[in-house]
């Protein structure tokens, strides 16, 4: 399978929105540093979620392939509390993988698994 990651950028964007016209399911990244940990687990703790430790690499298993989703729609706007803007996508299809290794990167990437 060939999977992809995704950043708000042009290119990016347009490969997004190639995915929802064909489909294809693209694989979910986590990003293997916590830059913004503090930052989400207030986020979390605001709407009743508990973060996971950030010591727990059971729990985050950081630089690894995690899920595979499918893309319904590119948006600009939405009411959801998990949207920043200002591109966001509405994912469908949502499926957690076991963690695999694999090197990320910035935009939409080939990772063949």
Not at 85 to 95: A, T, V
């Amino acid at each position: 399978m060939t999977g992809s990651a995704l950043s708000a950028t042009r290119s990016a964007l347009s490969v997004a929105r190639r995915l929802v016209r064909r489909g294809e399911p693209f694989l979910i990244h986590a990003s293997a540093k916590l830059d913004d940990y503090f930052e989400a687990a207030d986020f979390m703790q605001a709407m009743s979620i508990s973060a996971p430790s950030r010591y727990d690499r059971q729990a985050l298993p950081l630089g690894y392939i995690v899920g595979r989703a499918k893309i319904e729609r590119v948006v600009t706007y939405d009411l959801s509390p998990w949207f920043f803007g200002p591109i966001g996508l509405k994912l469908r299809d949502i499926e957690p993988l076991p963690p695999r290794p694999a090197r990320g990167a910035l935009g939409f990437w080939h990772c063949d698994l």
